[in-house]
């Protein structure tokens, strides 16, 4: 009878740290989906588009079954990984005070104008991007040429691609 006391203290000793990790996973997983889950799907639905608009319907009907489910996996790796690291870094009342401002209509406000391809605030990051990329392919290109600067014709610097909106920070 005592053994089988102590297993039970012994089992229910670890049923409570699990069921605390179980219960931040899924704070962290919730997170994680309206962040940085949702930031990609938004991302990669935008790139798909513009990858199969340049193909037959054919071909694109024939690929997007398989980039999309490819997509959906790798998302969920990410999501699973990144719930689980965050779960190991913050407890119950932080995750959900994360959750908290994640769920603020003001900050859902913030996170849709910066996701907005057409909103001002993408032009004005597009923009600054742009500019800060081309600064880089000239420093490349000048240390190409023995530290001299490139000719005033030099090859037109490389455009920076649209900026992918950032996971929401608190």
Same mark, same amino acid.
């Given at each position: 009878?005592?053994l089988a006391f102590s297993l039970l203290a012994l089992g229910l000793a670890?049923?409570?740290? *699990?069921?605390?990790?179980? =219960?931040?996973? @899924?704070?962290? !997983?919730?997170?994680?989906? /309206? &962040?940085? $889950?949702?930031?990609?799907?938004?991302?990669?639905?935008?790139?798909?588009?513009?990858?199969? *608009?340049?193909?037959?319907? =054919?071909?694109? @009907?024939?690929? !997007?079954?398989?980039?999309? /489910? &490819?997509? $959906?996996?790798?998302?969920?790796?990410?999501?699973?990984?990144?719930?689980?690291?965050?779960?190991?870094?913050?407890?119950s009342g932080e995750l959900k005070r994360l959750a908290g401002i994640y769920d603020d209509p003001v900050y859902q406000k913030f996170q849709a104008?910066?996701?907005?391809?057409?909103?001002?605030?993408?032009?004005?990051?597009?923009?600054?991007?742009?500019?800060?990329?081309?600064?880089?392919?000239?420093?490349?290109?000048?240390?190409?040429?023995?530290?001299?600067?490139?000719?005033?014709?030099?090859?037109?610097?490389?455009?920076?691609?649209?900026?992918?909106?950032?996971?929401?920070?608190?």
């Amino acid at each position: 009878m005592r053994l089988a006391f102590s297993l039970l203290a012994l089992g229910l000793a670890f049923a409570g740290p *699990a069921r605390a990790d179980d =219960e931040r996973v @899924a704070l962290a !997983r919730d997170i994680v989906n /309206k &962040t940085v $889950a949702r930031n990609l799907t938004q991302a990669f639905r935008q790139a798909e588009e513009k990858t199969l *608009a340049s193909m037959s319907a =054919e071909q694109s @009907a024939k690929l !997007r079954p398989e980039l999309e /489910k &490819t997509f $959906a996996q790798e998302r969920d790796t990410l999501v699973d990984g990144l719930s689980k690291e965050y779960a190991q870094k913050f407890d119950s009342g932080e995750l959900k005070r994360l959750a908290g401002i994640y769920d603020d209509p003001v900050y859902q406000k913030f996170q849709a104008l910066n996701a907005d391809p057409t909103s001002m605030v993408t032009a004005i990051t597009k923009d600054a991007v742009t500019k800060m990329m081309n600064l880089l392919s000239l420093a490349a290109l000048s240390q190409q040429g023995n530290g001299q600067t490139p000719p005033q014709g030099a090859p037109a610097p490389i455009p920076a691609p649209a900026p992918v909106p950032a996971p929401a920070k608190p």
